[in-house]
């Protein structure tokens, strides 16, 4: 025990730089893919016949090994953070396309025809309407994307993009578990603490009326 | 006395939905200040008709005026907020409260805050909810009598001159359904507009209107007063479908 608190004295301003690599790497993959992928979802639902297709399209990125996909960029882009970024974006893409596309095209019809007959163009039906209605649904997928983006960000260490996984594949390399716990444990508490602001901050915007209705 | 000029006028109207006409060299004048039901079976074209009035159907030929103007030349974004409009399914926002969904047309006009709660308050009170305790209130909240009438509260909202109803009742359990039939009419007593109702529900087309239409297939059967209909039915059809008991009823 003592070791390990001796070590994380010492380590402790490289864990805050690499925490700090982090959350910057998963922040700015998840805002991408939320300004790719909410206007994609929205659009979609006005072209559904082409929806399906795309939504499958995306859907394929998903299946490719995070390993492999961070691997891909090489020879691309080469290594470091850009390559890991567009590697972390194309797979925060499809959770938030799809509830993105299912929230919008899920707002009841009739609300959208009342809309219509009472003189909404089709910008006021979207901001007035449907964003504020299926907003919890795709907020819910940005969550989703969140807490994923920070776990897999951790790879990105591979391509020499920093954050997290440095301390975790050094501690791997020295078979040294208290420095794999170093890199773990802040990943795991960074999931935790993301994951309840965006609960809190979803129920916070979720205006009263919508509480209800949402749980029937 | 001016001219009167007709709150609606069809004119040679002709609807298409590819399955053949669904109207067909149509005219209907429909006149100002009274409460019109358009009746009739499933599929003849009552839906289509009233909606032409706000532009959400086209006609394929013809013209449709509304108040003297050519409907097709008009912005529909416009002439939508002049038309009140309530449907069946009730249509209030989820997420605004009840003060948000009644001044929701005059908000898209851009009329003041300011006066608009006090429109509000005014439009509780003419259909009997105390706005103290609802405007702040979420639709959920709210029975299904209580909704709908908020429902024409909106249509009331920004003062247009025409509202059009479709089937806006037929979701409702019987007792509220006529309750607010009696306040509809009640209502239009004090407010005067022009309602155009389309129901399938013909004791209640028959109980709220000041003019019923009856269709069938896209043609007028028969047009009049709903004793008109009763004392002098143009045809075995009027007979057949307003009910044989009816006349029964009526002639006692």
């Known amino acids: ?216 | 006395m001016g001219v009167d000029v007709a709150a609606v006028q069809f004119k040679q109207v002709t609807k298409n939905y590819g399955s053949g006409n669904v109207l067909e060299n149509f005219d209907l004048t429909i006149p100002s200040g009274q409460i019109v039901t358009i009746i009739g079976p499933s599929g003849c074209g009552k839906t289509t008709l009233l909606k032409m009035i706000n532009r959400l159907i086209e006609p394929e030929s013809g013209s449709v005026l509304v108040e003297g103007q050519e409907v097709s030349t008009l912005n529909p974004v416009e002439l939508r907020r002049n038309i009140g409009y309530v449907i069946q399914q009730i249509g209030l926002f989820p997420h605004m409260t009840i003060e948000q969904n009644i001044s929701i047309v005059p908000r898209l006009k851009g009329e003041k805050k300011k006066d608009l709660v006090q429109r509000t308050e005014e439009l509780l009170q003419l259909i009997g909810l105390d706005p103290q305790q609802f405007r702040s209130r979420y639709p959920h909240e709210l029975s299904g009598g209580q909704q709908q009438r908020i429902g024409v509260a909106r249509a009331l909202a920004s003062n247009p001159s025409i509202i059009l109803m479709d089937e806006p009742f037929s979701a409702l359990d019987p007792i509220s359904r006529v309750q607010l039939q009696k306040e509809l009419i009640k209502l239009n007593e004090k407010v005067q507009k022009t309602i155009v109702f389309v129901t399938h529900d013909i004791d209640e087309a028959l109980k709220i209107a000041d003019q019923v239409i009856l269709l069938k297939d896209g043609f007028i059967i028969q047009t009049g007063t709903p004793a008109n209909l009763l004392e002098a039915p143009a045809s075995d059809f009027v007979r057949e479908f307003l009910g044989a008991e009816r006349f029964e009823q009526y002639s006692i």
């Open chain 1, 1 to 216: 025990m003592d070791q390990f608190w001796n070590t994380l004295q010492a380590d402790w301003p490289m864990i805050l730089q690499k925490m700090g690599e982090h959350i910057n790497l998963s922040l700015i993959s998840v805002l991408i893919a939320c300004l790719i992928a909410v206007p994609t979802g929205i659009i979609l639902t006005a072209y559904k016949r082409v929806a399906n297709t795309v939504i499958t399209t995306v859907s394929v990125i998903q299946t490719i090994p995070s390993l492999a996909l961070f691997g891909f960029m090489i020879p691309f882009l080469g290594i470091g953070t850009k390559p890991a970024i567009i590697a972390l974006t194309l797979y925060a893409l499809l959770p938030i396309l799809q509830n993105t596309y299912v929230g919008i095209g899920g707002v009841n019809q009739a609300l959208i025809e009342a809309g219509t007959g009472m003189g909404m163009t089709r910008w006021q039906i979207l901001w007035m309407v449907q964003l504020p209605i299926a907003r919890s649904v795709i907020m819910a997928g940005v969550r989703l994307v969140a807490v994923q983006t920070i776990s897999m960000a951790t790879i990105a260490t591979y391509i020499a993009a920093g954050g997290l996984g440095d301390i975790i594949t050094r501690g791997i390399a020295m078979i040294n578990t208290v420095t794999i716990m170093e890199g773990a444990i802040p990943v795991s508490l960074l999931v935790i603490v993301v994951n309840l602001l965006l609960l809190g901050l979803n129920k916070l915007l979720t205006p009263k009326g919508l509480r209800q209705y949402t749980r029937n």
